[in-house]
């Protein structure tokens, strides 16, 4: 029952590293167990001190801890890696201590065996023991050694499995999990947020149960959980997004993560605390390089919650996307800045006739006022009704010009809460004249009280008057109408519609109306629609384009109402 | 002529149309105003008023028409046109209909004096 001695040989895949090459036990007659069993390579060479003493009589009185700090892993089997290794694997176990990955109940057992196979102490100590562990219900653990490797010890865990299935699930799961974490194509880091929880039982203890407010009051506390948690692997996509050439070099605390955002760290441990799932969120990442990229970070909060040894971080690198949107916004508001401004240059006549008014009013006021100062008995107070009606008409000058400037002004698009009907009146501004002087009957039905939308005044201005102008122009000559119409949905978006006079849309272009470069007119070169679709589309709301069962075109956009 | 004589000033834009009425009364000549060509036509004083100033352009009948609409009805007065765009077709076609007067704004007060008087004082046929 009881295996013949292991001897070691010599690997060539020096997987184990340079200190060690890869140490595999001869298994002998141990071979049937091959499948079930776990071994440990151990390098006892720091503890030969220790062991002389123990030998000699005069062991430390912890002589199981003494002996322990002197003994590193030399190499480890597969299932030895499946069932206490970390995540980074084998690389990582190699050369380190024994007990940072043995579980404790073993290592008195542990310690006897070394004791027994490396210094036959105390004589005739067995080198095969019983023991009871997570995969072998009643299993045996047996230490030999090897003259070809004099300070290696290896010990071997075997017997009949508790469960013929777990030792596998456990070991397929684990390996399902670490070519996910490796191989996907996302930068994920493992961190251990084990610490946190006696932090949190802490707060909760003393009756806190509102974390956000607390950890912004005690900005130390974040600062040192960002010290506490400590990253535990990386995969590749993380080694190439953090600029880092080794995992190692983002081990330790998480600190370095949310170096450039330290807000995010405020809510990913809210969102601990307050036991989510996962935490997600827009932050700034800064590299080791010192690169700063706008990342999406995910946090996943493993259950149950003793498994938070595994809490993973994943990043996804936003930067060049927060660019292109950037320039796409960039280039859409020249875009429509041109195309407003050659709007100005078509409504020229229109805009000057809405100046005009007001400055002749002007005029003529003021030359009354001069015709009434110059009598022999000076209407002072008639005149004073005059100036107040000049400066009445030079506010409203003032106003008009504005308003274009506004149309011809080079700015970012905004977001405030707007009135539609305020816009609608302020568009007609452009287009009344062209309106009128085409003897077109306009009919506008604003509701008031609208709920306020979120917008750009000057762009959706420009959405109106744009579709205005298409209604004027889609006429064709003697009298028309154009009925306009604000009013709130039964969602509760406010919804304009434009119904003009005109033939209407042919079926064949219903659904290319929107498109760029899309126009029925000799001269038009087809951008307004567009804009207007893509300037609905960036408000979040739609336009649709139809016929008017009793003839004409009828355009309507929604935009929903601003909480 | 016995009675004063009385002037229609037709706009829709509400300061243009009492810079208009204010500047006449300086002068101590009496005006009514209209916000559109209906409200004059549809006034049943229409017929006393001894001149019309309109604007051209107008929501629903532009001042040409309502020219047009006043010779239909037999009246003889005077129309003086105060426009604020320059368009030579429209501005022929008025005086082509008889207009008294056309003006682009802003129009200098001597000068919508003079032709206001000017019309005041032409014989007519009514």
Redesign the interface.
């Given at each position: 029952m009881v295996p013949e001695a292991l001897a070691a040989v010599e690997n060539d895949r020096a997987e184990g590293g340079p200190r060690y090459g890869r140490l595999l036990p001869r298994l002998g007659a141990f071979g049937q167990y091959a499948g079930t069993t776990a071994w440990w390579a151990l390098d006892i060479s720091e503890a030969r001190p220790v062991i002389a003493a123990i030998v000699e009589g005069s062991a430390p009185a912890d002589w199981v801890g003494a002996l322990f700090a002197g003994v590193r892993i030399a190499d480890i089997d597969e299932n030895n890696l499946h069932l206490l290794g970390p995540v980074g694997g084998r690389g990582r176990m190699i050369g380190e201590l024994f007990t940072r990955f043995c579980p404790p109940e073993s290592w008195r057992i542990g310690a006897d065996l070394i004791l027994a196979a490396a210094a036959g102490y105390p004589a005739g100590a067995p080198l095969t023991r019983d023991i009871t562990s997570i995969a072998f219900g009643n299993g045996w653990s047996t230490a030999s050694t090897d003259p070809a490797h004099p300070d290696i010890v290896f010990i071997a865990v075997g017997g009949v499995l508790s469960d013929d299935r777990s030792l596998w699930a456990v070991r397929a799961s684990e390996e399902r999990y670490r070519n996910l974490f490796h191989h996907l194509p996302c930068a994920l880091i493992q961190v251990d947020s084990r610490p946190m929880r006696a932090i949190f039982d802490d707060l909760r203890r003393r009756g806190i149960s509102d974390i956000a407010p607390y950890l912004d009051a005690t900005p130390d506390l974040p600062l040192h959980s960002r010290d506490i948690v400590q990253v535990t692997d990386a995969n590749r996509g993380a080694l190439e997004l953090l600029g880092a050439e080794r995992v190692e070099q983002l081990l330790g605390p998480v600190d370095f993560v949310f170096a450039a955002s330290p807000d995010s760290a405020k809510r990913v441990i809210t969102a601990h605390f307050e036991e989510r799932r996962n935490w997600v969120e827009v932050m700034k990442l800064r590299t080791l390089d010192g690169r700063l990229r706008d990342v999406e970070l995910s946090v996943t909060y493993p259950t149950p919650p003793d498994r938070l040894d595994v809490t993973i971080l994943g990043f996804v690198d936003i930067t060049e996307r927060l660019r292109t949107e950037a320039q796409l916004r960039q280039l859409e508001a020249d875009y429509s800045r041109a195309a407003r401004i050659s709007m100005l240059g078509e409504m020229a006549?229109s805009i000057?006739?809405e100046i005009?008014?007001?400055?002749?009013?002007?005029?003529?006021?003021a030359?009354?006022s001069q015709?009434?100062l110059s009598r022999e008995d000076p209407n002072l107070a008639?005149v004073g009704q005059?100036t107040a009606?000049i400066a009445?008409?030079g506010r409203?000058a003032s106003n008009i010009v504005q308003r274009i400037r506004g149309m011809a002004a080079r700015r970012a698009p905004e977001r405030v809460p707007l009135d539609l009907n305020e816009i609608v009146e302020e568009a007609l501004l452009f287009v009344r004249?062209d309106i009128?002087?085409r003897?077109i009957?306009?009919s506008a039905k604003l509701t008031r009280g609208l709920p306020r939308v979120l917008g750009d005044r000057v762009q959706l201005q420009q959405v109106v008057v744009n579709l205005l102008v298409n209604a004027v122009q889609a006429q064709n000559g003697g009298p028309g109408r154009i009925e306009l119409d604000a009013a709130v949905n039964a969602d509760g978006a406010v919804v304009f519609t434009i119904h003009d006079g005109g033939p209407g849309i042919a079926e064949e272009n219903l659904d290319r109306v929107f498109g760029s470069f899309f126009t029925t007119k000799d001269d038009g070169i087809g951008i307004g629609l567009a804009l207007c679709q893509s300037i609905i589309a960036t408000h979040q709301g739609t336009i649709t384009a139809s016929n008017h069962p009793e003839g004409g075109a009828v355009f309507q956009f929604s935009l929903p109402a601003a909480r | 002529m016995s009675n004063p004589p009385l002037i229609a000033i037709v706009d829709d834009d509400d300061a243009v149309r009492e810079a208009l009425f204010d500047l006449l009364q300086v002068e101590g000549l009496a005006a009514r105003t209209f916000g559109s060509g209906e409200a004059l036509l549809a006034d049943t004083t229409a017929g006393s008023f001894d001149c019309v100033i309109t604007d051209v352009r107008m929501a629903e009948i532009d001042g040409l028409e309502l020219q047009r609409r006043l010779r239909a009805q037999g009246s003889s007065m005077p129309v003086i046109f105060i426009t604020s765009s320059v368009e030579d077709a429209t501005r022929a076609q008025a005086l082509s209909d008889g207009a008294a007067a056309w003006f682009t704004k802003p129009v200098t007060d001597e000068e919508l004096l003079d032709a206001l008087r000017a019309a005041l004082d032409a014989p007519r046929g009514k």
């Open positions: 006549t000057a006739h005009n008014q007001p400055l002749s009013a002007i005029v003529t006021n030359e009354t015709r009434w008639k005059l009606r009445e008409s409203r004249h009128e002087s003897s009957g306009l | -």
